[in-house]
């Protein structure tokens, strides 16, 4: 395919709802797209500079720049990007701001803060200063329930969780002055959302994927005087204060990622800086939770109102099974009544529809069948009829899934062999289509080709109708 046969495409945009890497503006994706072979004059792509480059430098301090001015940050903190995501920064930041026999405080409100948790039990002092783990983390700790320790490190909390869907509103006072003990923040996934006061926090770190542009690159924002808490005898490259030094360039920085990192910025601040962004967030956010509340009990948001996020809506379909916003991010395992195979490949919504239509809706809906009214009449055993109703039940639910869940159903069918099945391992919805061709085709039994019995006795029902 040559270039041009690329650009003449038409692009089709899908909704892109993941949390993370999250949609990127589509201006800055044209710009990105426009750039990419030649960034600005430079006679080549942003992926190809040198990182000592004059070039890259400018965009390096562009997208610091731009980044202090939208959120305010003042100059006693620093901004730093690096590499390893927000995950890196659960061991980074207790290695760096650690003080010897002082505890970390953690509030523990999610799957995010549990990461966090785990990387903290591996030999580090720690206290959970709130979890409101008992409830399944539907809502976030009240101010009175909070027990910070005297003399802590350091506060950690997750501003927004992002798989359980709370945010805080307002940082929690860490000590009887702002900043006595310094709050840690994960902003990974609210950062840039709304307004905040920086200075209420001695470090925020997010990993940029979210919302500030794509995966590779984390921010971090923090207090200078922080950074010099670190020991010096840590591994040079997970000391905040070496990329603190050098600018975020003591090593090769993500180029790509900070550029389109700068991009991002510089669209957010053409639409009017952050107000505006909290204003559109305000408004997305509540065109869902109505939507939610209105349904009638459909969709279910399991989070407590007013620890609900506006960055991520979580909700259920009623009827679902009810767990855990952080076990629903596990691979699914089924807890209710045992599973038919074809079922367990659904998703949760097409199986609440199907166990609500399929025994009474469903049987209700269907037109009365030629066979079923004539086999009361030839087949005058109770049980029989109810079971061939059952057969044919089956047999129209498994097409109306085939049709509306085709993958499944491809991965359920049974490997084509160069021998032709047994009909005894024929799937339901062949053993229909043959019954139905052999009520016109065939005069002959068919009791010879071992069909399965259920097959059998409707090839009974035929030949009994056969003139
Ligand atoms: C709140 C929060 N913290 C941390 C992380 C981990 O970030 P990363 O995948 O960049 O390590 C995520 C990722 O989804 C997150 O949502």
Not at 153 to 177: D, F, L, M, R
Not at 284 to 299: N, P, Q, R, V
Not at 395 to 413: D, G, Y
Request: charged share 25%.
């Amino acid at each position: 395919m040559s270039h041009a046969t690329v650009s003449a495409h038409t692009v089709k945009r899908v909704f892109n709802f993941n949390a993370g890497p999250g949609a990127l503006p589509l201006p800055v994706l044209e710009r990105v797209r426009e750039e990419l072979l030649d960034w600005r004059g430079s006679g080549m792509s942003v992926m190809e500079m040198s990182h000592r480059s004059p070039e890259f430098e400018g965009i390096n301090a562009a997208a610091e720049q731009k980044l202090r001015s939208l959120l305010g940050i003042s100059d006693d903190y620093a901004v730093i990007f690096l590499q390893g995501g927000g995950s890196m920064q659960f061991s980074m930041v207790p290695m760096n701001l650690c003080l010897p026999g002082k505890p970390v405080d953690v509030l523990h409100t999610g799957a995010w803060t549990a990461k966090a948790i785990g990387e903290l039990k591996k030999g580090i002092l720690h206290n959970i200063a709130a979890s409101t783990e008992p409830e399944k983390f539907t809502r976030l700790p009240r101010f009175d329930e909070i027990k910070f320790s005297s003399n802590a490190s350091y506060v950690h909390i997750c501003t927004n969780n992002t798989i359980e869907g709370t945010q805080w509103t307002a940082p929690p006072e860490t000590g009887p002055k702002t900043g006595d003990v310094p709050l840690a923040a994960d902003m990974s996934s609210d950062i840039a959302s709304r307004p905040i006061d920086v200075n209420k926090y001695g470090l925020i770190f997010a990993g940029a994927q979210k919302n500030l542009g794509p995966s590779g690159v984390t921010v971090i924002i923090i207090r200078r005087d922080l950074a010099e808490r670190a020991d010096k005898n840590l591994p040079t490259l997970l000391q905040y204060r070496t990329h603190i030094k050098e600018k975020s360039l003591y090593h090769t920085p993500p180029t790509f990622a900070v550029y389109v990192v700068g991009l991002v910025l510089e669209w957010i601040e053409s639409l009017g800086g952050i107000p505006a962004i909290e204003k559109r967030n305000d408004a997305k956010a509540k065109l869902l939770y109505d939507t939610i509340e209105g349904s009638d009990g459909f969709y279910r948001c399991p989070v407590e109102k007013s620890s609900r996020s506006k960055m991520n809506v979580v909700f259920r379909v009623a009827g679902g099974v009810s767990r855990s916003a952080a076990a629903e991010d596990r691979p699914r395992r089924h807890t209710g009544p045992p599973l038919r195979r074809r079922d367990a490949y659904l998703p949760v919504q097409r199986r609440y529809l199907r166990s609500r239509r399929s025994s009474h809706q469903l049987h209700a809906r269907i037109p009365p069948h030629p066979w079923l009214k004539k086999s009361s009449t030839v087949v005058n055993h109770k049980n029989n009829n109810a079971r061939r109703r059952n057969l044919l039940l089956r047999a129209i639910v498994f097409q109306r899934s085939f049709r509306l869940n085709r993958k499944a159903a491809l991965r359920r069918r049974p490997r084509r062999s160069a021998r032709r099945p047994s009909p005894r391992r024929w799937p339901l919805h062949r053993r229909y289509q043959v019954a139905c061709r052999s009520a016109s085709r065939y005069r002959a039994p068919l009791a010879h080709t071992h069909a399965a019995p259920a097959l059998a006795r409707a090839s009974l029902f035929h030949r009994r109708q056969a003139p």
